[in-house]
């Protein structure tokens, strides 16, 4: 486990707990989703920006890939230095980065053991969603502070969706109910730990909260905070990223 700086008070703080452990297998860019560029900056230095630009997070903790913590590392520490020199040498918080498991489930897991003892609220972010905006993760933080035990972030099902049996449709399911669920995902402290205290897995956090009895509440996403998995995703990331630079000049 690598520590790149301390918080140093009393006070309560929240915890960001960035998934980055992910292999991308299925974006076929031949190493960890994580180190993947887009426009000659990394997925993660991509979400770093994203969660260092919130000021209530005063922690954030890295789950990396398995052999890639010392690369991990040290991007960070350069994300870190960048955020100072723009901030007037403000340090954006504890930084620690670990090595994740072989599942986000197992990864969450890890990152859990390494969290504050000042931390109350936690959120849990995947790299995959690299260009979330404050907004979201502001919109999560204000339900966990009035009260919400569990709280993600969602967006309207806009195509039709089919429920099939092998290669027959069976039911049209009604998209009026249905949200397409982004993270960051928060969380009060024990509900998370209590959580992941029941070994199971599952696709997200909020999955393994429901499991126990306990209600999640849901605010608006944003069309930014989408997720890259496929190659073609990789082109929507560029293409994004081009229109971000072109509307700063």
């Given at each position: 486990?690598?520590?790149?700086?301390?918080?140093?008070?009393?006070?309560?703080?929240?915890?960001?707990?960035?998934?980055?452990?992910?292999?991308?297998?299925?974006?076929?860019?031949?190493?960890?989703?994580?180190?993947?560029?887009?426009?000659?900056?990394?997925?993660?230095?991509?979400?770093?920006?994203?969660?260092?630009?919130?000021?209530?997070?005063?922690?954030?903790?890295?789950?990396?890939?398995?052999?890639?913590?010392?690369?991990?590392?040290?991007?960070?520490?350069?994300?870190?230095?960048?955020?100072?020199?723009?901030?007037?040498?403000?340090?954006?918080?504890?930084?620690?980065?670990?090595?994740?498991?072989?599942?986000?489930?197992?990864?969450?897991?890890?990152?859990?053991?390494?969290?504050?003892?000042?931390?109350?609220?936690?959120?849990v972010h995947d790299v995959a969603r690299p260009f979330v905006t404050v907004e979201v993760i502001d919109r999560v933080l204000d339900a966990l502070d009035?009260?919400?035990?569990?709280?993600?972030?969602?967006?309207?099902?806009?195509?039709?969706?089919?429920?099939?049996?092998?290669?027959?449709?069976?039911?049209?399911?009604?998209?009026?109910?249905?949200?397409?669920?982004?993270?960051?995902?928060?969380?009060?402290?024990?509900?998370?730990?209590?959580?992941?205290?029941?070994?199971?897995?599952?696709?997200?956090?909020?999955?393994?909260?429901?499991?126990?009895?306990?209600?999640?509440?849901?605010?608006?996403?944003?069309?930014?905070?989408?997720?890259?998995?496929?190659?073609?995703?990789?082109?929507?990331?560029?293409?994004?990223?081009?229109?971000?630079?072109?509307?700063?000049?």
């Open positions: 486990m690598n520590s790149l700086s301390d918080g140093g008070d009393d006070r309560k703080i929240v915890t960001a707990i960035l998934v980055a452990a992910g292999s991308g297998e299925r974006l076929g860019a031949g190493e960890p989703k994580a180190l993947v560029r887009v426009g000659g900056t990394t997925l993660l230095e991509f979400a770093l920006r994203s969660v260092f630009d919130c000021e209530r997070i005063g922690e954030v903790i890295v789950a990396a890939p398995p052999g890639k913590v010392t690369e991990v590392s040290r991007l960070c520490q350069q994300e870190s230095d960048r955020y100072a020199e723009r901030n007037q040498d403000c340090s954006p918080g504890a930084l620690t980065i670990l090595a994740g498991g072989a599942t986000r489930s197992e990864s969450v897991a890890v990152a859990l053991k390494a969290v504050s003892d000042r931390a109350h609220h936690l959120l009035a009260g919400a035990a569990a709280v993600i972030p969602v967006r309207p099902v806009t195509d039709t969706i089919k429920r099939v049996e092998g290669d027959v449709v069976v039911a049209t399911v009604d998209r009026e109910e249905l949200r397409a669920v982004q993270t960051p995902q928060g969380f009060q402290r024990d509900v998370l730990i209590s959580a992941h205290a029941s070994g199971e897995s599952a696709t997200d956090d909020a999955s393994l909260v429901e499991m126990l009895g306990i209600a999640v509440t849901i605010v608006d996403g944003a069309d930014e905070a989408f997720k890259i998995t496929y190659p073609w995703d990789l082109a929507v990331a560029q293409a994004f990223v081009e229109h971000m630079k072109t509307e700063k000049n």
